[in-house]
């Protein structure tokens, strides 16, 4: 199988519908907190997305944006935030997610950022053993994801 993967931004074809994809399932598993989540994942502010092939088929995606955070910890300085990391159902499981997830890093290292921070939720257990294997540490919550208790925070400094 032959692997590419094209840094783009956030108004490319593929990664629209990746995201289609991914906010169908999220749906899902956010249930009833759906709708706040989904304020916070607008892609028309996100200018650095990678998207990965198999094979000339688009089979997952994630970006990073600058994290907007006034605050005194050193974790959230300098921060880029991992954002709409997603990978088809019949692609999972083969290091697809690994490849975007390092692309970032490597992107965002290049930008001069120190630190990559994102949330999951905790029902997505699949993303939070992927986060932890890939030695993102748990955090305390951050900005508007402080009083959920479904969301649980990484960081990682790269």
Known sequence: MKTEI?????????F?????????YLKITDGDEHAFYNQFN???VIKNVVVVYADN???GCGAIKKFDAETSS????????VKRMFV???????????K??????????????????????????????FYQKCNYNVMPNYGQ??????????????
């Open 42 to 44: 607008n892609i028309d």
């Open 88 to 98: 088809s159902s019949d692609f999972r499981n083969q290091g697809f997610a690994q």
């Open 57 to 59: 088929k688009a089979v």
């Open 100 to 129: 975007v997830l390092q692309e970032l890093e490597i992107w965002a290292k290049e930008l001069g950022y120190k630190n990559c921070v994102l949330e999951t939720g905790k029902r997505q257990l699949e993303a939070v053993k």
């Open 16 to 24: 629209v519908i990746l995201i289609q994809h991914l906010d169908a």
């Open 145 to 158: 994801y402080k009083e959920m208790e479904n969301s649980i925070c990484f960081q990682k400094k790269i």
């Open 6 to 14: 094209l840094r783009t931004n956030s108004e490319n074809q593929d």
């Open 74 to 81: 050193a974790q959230l300085k300098n921060a880029a935030e």
